[in-house]
C-alpha cells in the first residue's frame, strides 16, 4: 500500500476528470496495491486480481468525468467486477464457494447493509412458508451444516428423503426469491 497521502482528493479527481494523466497515476499509485491486495484475498489467482484491478483503473478513466469520490468508486467497482468473475468463474471449484462470501461482503457505501437486510427478510420469509418438516431439514443443512448422512441419522430418516426435501426447500425459496435481488438469488443458489 502506497505510504503517501493524497494531495487534495477533490483537485485531484478534478484534474482526472480533465484528463490529467500524471493525477491520474497518482491515484493509480496510491489506491492500485491495496486494490490488488483486496482482489487477490478473495480469489485464488493473483494474475486474476491483477486484471480485475487493471480493469477497475481502465473504466475509473474512460468514466472519469462521472466519478464524483475516487475511493468509494473504485472499491464499488472492484467489488461488482470480483462478483462478476467469481459468477462467470462459478463451475472452477475454487470460485464456487466465494460467490456467497462476496454477496454477503459489507460493501463500502450503505447499499451493501440495505442489501443484507433485504437478503434477510427474503430468506426469512422464504424458509418461513416451508413445511415443518422441509425446514427443520433445511435448516440443518444450512445453518448447522450437516451432511446428508448426518441430517438423515439425527432425524432416523432415509438419506434420499433428506436429499428430495433439501431440493424442494431449495426450488420453493428459488421461486420465492423469483424478484428478489442478485444477492438473494446467489445465496440461495449455493
Same mark, same amino acid.
Not at 486494490?35 to 478473495?42: E, F
Not at 480485475?52 to 466519478?67: G, Y
Not at 468463474?89 to 440495505?114: F, K, V
Given at each position: ?114 442489501? %443484507?437486510?433485504? +437478503?434477510?427478510?427474503?430468506?426469512? @420469509? $422464504?424458509?418461513?412458508?416451508? #413445511? &415443518?418438516? =422441509? ?7 444450512? %445453518?448447522?451444516? +450437516?451432511?446428508?448422512?448426518?441430517? @438423515? $441419522?439425527?432425524?432416523?430418516? #432415509? &438419506?434420499? =428423503? ?10 420453493? +425459496? ?5 424478484? $428478489? ?10
Amino acid at each position: 500500500m502506497a505510504i503517501f497521502s493524497l494531495p487534495n482528493e477533490t483537485e485531484l479527481l478534478r484534474l482526472v476528470a480533465e484528463g490529467d494523466e500524471r493525477a491520474f497515476l497518482k491515484v493509480y499509485d496510491h489506491y492500485g496495491p491495496a486494490l490488488l491486495n483486496y482482489a487477490a484475498s478473495r480469489l485464488a489467482d493473483a494474475d486474476d486480481a491483477a486484471d480485475l484491478v487493471h480493469d477497475v483503473f481502465l473504466k475509473f478513466w474512460t468514466s472519469r468525468e462521472n466519478v464524483q469520490e475516487i475511493k468509494p468508486y473504485l472499491y464499488a467497482l472492484l467489488r461488482h467486477r470480483l462478483i462478476d468473475f467469481v459468477r462467470r468463474n462459478a463451475t472452477r471449484t475454487i470460485y464456487a464457494d466465494m460467490i456467497q462470501a462476496l454477496a454477503s461482503e459489507p460493501e463500502y457505501n450503505m447499499e451493501s447493509e440495505l442489501d %443484507a437486510k433485504e +437478503l434477510q427478510r427474503t430468506i426469512d @420469509a $422464504a424458509v418461513a412458508q416451508l #413445511s &415443518e418438516r =422441509t425446514r427443520s431439514i433445511y435448516e440443518l443443512s444450512r %445453518a448447522e451444516n +450437516l451432511s446428508i448422512s448426518e441430517i @438423515a $441419522a439425527r432425524l432416523g430418516i #432415509s &438419506e434420499q =428423503t433428506v436429499k428430495n426435501q433439501i431440493t424442494l426447500a431449495k426450488n420453493q +425459496l428459488r421461486a420465492a426469491a423469483s424478484g $428478489a435481488s442478485l444477492l438473494v438469488i446467489l445465496y440461495l443458489l449455493y
